[in-house]
């Protein structure tokens, strides 16, 4: 900030000259639709005179003129304004912008659906370049995200990569320098492609948007550095080769029916969604790791060419059946034969960058489709490391070597086991002696007899049903109700009470009580959620009772 005073210092006088005029352009139009309402409402004998609310919003939407102030205005003319149909005007805004699947088709929305009008285009030189000496072709407010202090900024020629195809967006920065001593910086946090040649950058800002888009939109034609983070497309193109060697060793391990039916690829990590019907054996993982590392390993070149449709499809090419494509397309080669896809993403030059590859998950998405999650370079050498050091403070831990461990802990497992049964018999135990001694609390029930019992300890709801069952068929005569702290119990002897069903009997206990749970004639429970004491679940129920 110290180093950007004197630039802060002359935006923060720009917005109050911003503000000001605002403010001013605000107020004129404002009274003059307050005059002309006024007079409307008095050719039409209305008592109350209404500002309507597209005017507000319009004020808003426009200009930029506060709401509250408008309020405060027209209150202090004696007008009303329909808050709520205000809200409404602003929201369907809102839900055009996230709803509508191209900017350009929402009509709401801000001044980028113009910039195809305008004949705004951006370069795209990616591919092989990742700094640029750029021009700011347009700007426009991030209105959907206002509070994020976000804009939208188009630069041509353009370095940075728009999701699509599966790949993520880049990330970076763009420096924009103000005075000889003066650079603005912005961050890049996302990239989306407008159209077929606009490429829209999601700027960040540490200043007031207004301020920036003011600045901004005045030094449109003006250069900025635009510069992408390479350690973070580094990472993003190894991933993104990586899928392409993935997916040819699926149909290499597991069949010509491994069909791509999806991709994501981040910086982080990459996932492939393919067509197969059964999940993949250890083997199967196993093979598929150990083929793409050799391919890895072999350093093959990874080569682009743009070719004709139809040629790139006779000569092997692998396309997706969900994409469209156009005449000439971007073929991405590994190797002689190793891989070769139509792709328009960004790639390593050598299969060697991409260093190793690790599968982390396989599961299934739907019916018939499988989803593996794999990593690469550093991220999966830092995962191996990791998995290395916990294999090995496991096996300090047991006192064994590290190929004992997988016996070793398969044997504590066990004891384990063991031990949670002689504590399930002890607890069986210590509850079945705490039920001899217990004096249950009775009470006439809608003229039945109902004995009410409370358990001082946590027991699980098998091993409480399990003694419900033994107390019934002691007691076959009464409505039995249990309460182990949360759980309750009703059980009842339904050749004796024929005509009471105990689902509905709990239910009505506890009526008083949120609670979930359910049951049938005979035998019903639930878990009370509203309470953690027993004492108030208890009290609640006797109440319940007395009531009858």
Request: charged letters at 25%.
């Amino acid at each position: 900030i110290n180093a950007e005073y004197g630039a802060i210092t002359s935006i923060l006088k720009n917005e109050e000259e911003i503000f000001s005029n605002v403010l001013i352009k605000g107020i004129k139009f404002l009274e003059s639709a307050i005059i002309d309402q006024k007079k409307f409402f008095e050719n039409q004998n209305e008592q109350f005179v209404k500002l309507p609310s597209n005017i507000v919003f319009q004020l808003y939407d426009s200009l930029g003129f506060p709401i509250d102030l408008t309020i405060l205005i027209v209150e202090e003319k004696g007008l009303i304004i329909d808050i709520e149909q205000v809200e409404n005007l602003m929201q369907q805004q809102k839900n055009c912008a996230k709803n509508a699947s191209n900017w350009a088709h929402c009509s709401n929305l801000s001044e980028i659906k113009y910039w195809q009008l305008g004949g705004i285009q951006s370069k795209f030189t990616g591919y092989s370049s990742l700094e640029e000496i750029s021009i700011i072709k347009a700007v426009s407010i991030d209105k959907e995200n206002i509070e994020e202090n976000t804009l939208w900024l188009a630069i041509d020629p353009c370095p940075f990569y728009a999701t699509s195809g599966g790949q993520i967006a880049d990330k970076g920065l763009i420096k924009f320098k103000i005075s000889n001593e003066q650079i603005l910086t912005f961050e890049v946090i996302d990239v989306k492609k407008l159209f077929d040649d606009i490429i829209a950058l999601k700027i960040k800002t540490q200043l007031s948007v207004n301020l920036v888009y003011q600045l901004l939109t005045n030094s449109i034609g003006n250069s900025v550095i635009a510069k992408v983070d390479p350690i973070n497309r580094s990472l993003i193109t190894k991933n993104h080769s990586a899928t392409h060697l993935l997916q040819a060793a699926l149909k290499k391990f597991i069949g010509e029916q491994a069909i791509q039916a999806g991709s994501l690829v981040t910086h982080e990590r990459l996932r492939f969604d393919f067509t197969f019907s059964a999940p993949l054996t250890q083997l199967q993982i196993e093979q598929i790791e150990d083929w793409v590392n050799e391919q890895i390993n072999l350093d093959y070149k990874v080569e682009s060419k743009i070719l004709n449709y139809d040629d790139a499809i006779k000569n092997g090419a692998i396309a997706l059946f969900s994409d469209k494509y156009g005449d000439e397309v971007r073929v991405i080669q590994i190797g002689d034969n190793i891989s070769k896809e139509l792709c328009c993403g960004t790639h390593v030059k050598s299969t060697k960058e991409i260093i190793i590859f690790k599968i982390i998950k396989e599961e299934s998405v739907s019916a018939g489709i499988r989803r593996l999650e794999c990593i690469t370079g550093t991220t999966a050498l830092n995962y191996l490391q990791n998995n290395s050091r916990l294999l090995n403070q496991t096996a300090d831990l047991l006192n064994v070597s590290i190929n004992q461990v997988a016996i070793t802990t398969n044997k504590q497992i066990k004891k384990v086991e063991e031990l949670i049964g002689e504590i399930k018999i002890l607890k069986l135990q210590l509850m079945e002696k705490e039920l001899n001694n217990l004096i249950a609390w009775k009470v006439d029930y809608n003229n039945f007899p109902l004995s009410l019992i409370e358990l001082s300890q946590n027991i699980d709801e098998k091993i409480l049903i399990k003694h419900a069952n033994v107390i019934r068929k002691k007691d076959p005569k009464s409505i039995h109700v249990i309460v182990a702290e949360r759980r309750v119990v009703v059980t009842l002897n339904n050749q004796i009470f024929d005509n009471l069903n105990a689902a509905q009997i709990l239910s009505n206990l506890t009526k008083n009580l949120e609670a979930k749970g359910g049951g049938g004639n005979q035998l019903a429970s639930c878990f009370i959620i509203n309470s953690t004491c027993q004492k108030f679940i208890i009290d609640s129920i006797k109440t319940v009772c007395l009531k009858k």
